[in-house]
């Protein structure tokens, strides 16, 4: 059943109320996107209260105008367990709609008996949702959406509160069968709140086994590089396509941003070739705040690796970071120069003047390495 703007009247005069109860026993889907029908939408959480729509499964409101008094609606249909047998329940862009409204939604769903056990996908994309996504976290904790596979969640007006939810949710391992998790656009997320989603997959039973399509992409991800490569060199998303492009909607290779702590995870992934096969490119660059700090652990695993610099790397730049001879001299060390090892054609590397020895020059130029001097 589709509806354009003329269902709206029909919604708000409250006549599905009024149908009788054998009425659609056989209606699945209600679609009702891009329309003004959802300012009418809470007599449809009274009908699925009384028995009317069943077996209803697809619940498609996006754009319609939804109001707080439509969320009431759904939240009353939550609580007295009438919205069961949904697998797919459409909220996206319905903006208007204040974070309380969401509140009330969500811990309406904790509270629930049974919860949305057959959800297979949630939108709420282009909302206000993000602000309380907490309760969402603890739904999910709780076993009130145990085969969600679909969370659309971008441009949700994400708090970190919200994100660190989530994260507790897939510590736990509640989210195992995930497979699209969208985040992206969420600009006021702290990088702290990113670092706890990260260590979240790190630290739950399973990883995310399944997960295809992680979108992270517009966000202060990039200042969690380290967390990032820790996440994408553990093993803990077998499935996942482009893992690059998953965090970063252009193809600016030196996107990921590490400090100190970033540095040592990713040496250690170097040194012991734990970087993903080429199938997707990534990089990464020294944060600006970092300034200074010492790069000669990557330098020495990658002298200690026996693949050398990983392919499927396309950008590293060590350009403010700190090169100490010794560090430097094990990288010449470790090959002669006329072997070329597989290197990324934009990796480049501030020298002090003193450092810029013939032998050095050649080593790293003959690796494609891009030279620059700091006096």
Known sequence: W?????RANFMQA???????PDCMPHLRSIDLSESDAGVGVAPLGDALLSGKLPRLSELNLQWSF???ESVAGLTRAIKGEAMGELT????????DVESGAWRDFFEGLVASEGGLSKLSALHLWSTTAGEVLS???????GGKLPHVTNLALNDCNLSDEGLRGLAEAVKAGALEEIEVLDLGENFDVQTEAWEELMEGILESPGGLPHLRILDCSATNVVDAGGAAMAVLTSGRLPSLWHPFRSFFADVDPFRFRLDEKGVGIVSDAIREGRFPPPMDLMGFRIRPDAYGISVDPILEAIAES????????AGVSLRVGRVGEEALSSLVASAPSEVHRPTPPSLSMTLQRGQRNSTVCTFLTSHNVKLMTQS
């Open 2 to 6: 589709t509806g354009g703007t003329g």
């Open 14 to 20: 409250g006549r599905l109320r009024r149908v009788r």
């Open 306 to 313: 026996e693949a050398g610099m990983p392919n499927c790397l």
């Open 88 to 95: 797919d329940l459409n909220l996206s862009q319905n903006q």
């Open 135 to 141: 309760l969402l976290g603890q739904a999910i904790v």
């Open 66 to 68: 939804l109001t707080e």
